[in-house]
């Protein structure tokens, strides 16, 4: 489970707490400027528009008091506009965050590596929101600002070693053309074994998902306001 707490200013805590109530780490991410809000009208307009797109309609926030206990409670273990908006579709919100804690927390992948295609599918697939939670989270895994600047600018990337460029080969094929290269595939699973490349594979599909849900709906980056708020769910 993901239990959030307060650090410093700009910055959010979350607690990774594994099955058997022992804790596994912590998270941290930075949170932007605040943002405007809903007109009434389940519009948010005045945000700063993506490149060549309208940021002049999105899908709204929902109202905390208009969902069921048990969304709510899902909502408050994961405090993150991705998730508050995926709590418009119920049905779904738990399998979703499941589906996320098991890519992200319980696989065997390395979290190093795991975070190199993360961040190689947010980039071809500009999704901000995605990229600014995954940057932080890269480099609490060790990678470094030289790192994160190849996998933000080279296409393809070839600077992170046979290792991390075959990552980004990944995500670059799977988030471009679908489906994988065969070669791509025979070198993931020479290195990786069955599990993990079918690990890898779940991860960056995972995070093209993602990607598209989040550009699709227009979810903003949170503001301390607003996750305060979602602290105080009860």
């Known amino acids: ?5 307060r650090a410093s200013s700009g910055w959010l805590r979350f607690e990774i707490m594994g099955m058997d109530g022992n804790r596994l780490g912590k998270i941290l991410v930075s949170t932007p400027e605040p943002v405007k809000g809903n007109n009434g009208n389940g519009q948010y307009l005045d945000a700063k528009p993506e490149k060549g797109a309208s940021m002049s309609v999105r899908i709204p926030l929902p109202e905390i008091e208009s969902l069921t206990p048990e969304v709510r409670d899902v909502v408050k273990a994961f405090p993150l506009n991705v998730f508050l908006v995926a709590a418009n579709a119920p049905a779904s919100i738990k399998g979703l965050t499941e589906f996320a804690r098991s890519v992200l927390f319980e696989s065997a992948f390395d979290p190093k590596k795991r975070e190199i295609a ?4 947010a980039h071809v697939t500009h999704a901000d929101y995605e990229w600014t939670h995954h940057v932080e989270l890269a ?6 600002s030289q790192e994160i600047e190849y996998i933000q600018f080279e296409d393809p990337v070839c600077s992170l070693g046979e290792e991390g460029n075959l990552l980004c080969r990944v995500a670059d094929e ?3 053309d679908v489906r994988l290269s065969d070669e791509a595939l025979g070198l993931v699973l020479q290195r990786y074994g069955v599990r993990q490349a079918t690990e890898l594979i779940l991860c960056v599909s995972y995070f ?3 990607s598209r849900f989040l550009e699709s709906t227009r979810v903003e980056l949170e503001d301390q306001a607003a996750y305060e708020r979602l602290r105080s769910i009860t």
């Open 1 to 5: 489970m993901i239990f959030p707490g």
């Open 118 to 121: 993360v961040l190689r599918v």
């Open 139 to 144: 480099a609490l895994t060790g990678l470094t």
């Open 174 to 176: 799977i988030s471009r």
């Open 208 to 210: 093209n998902f993602l």
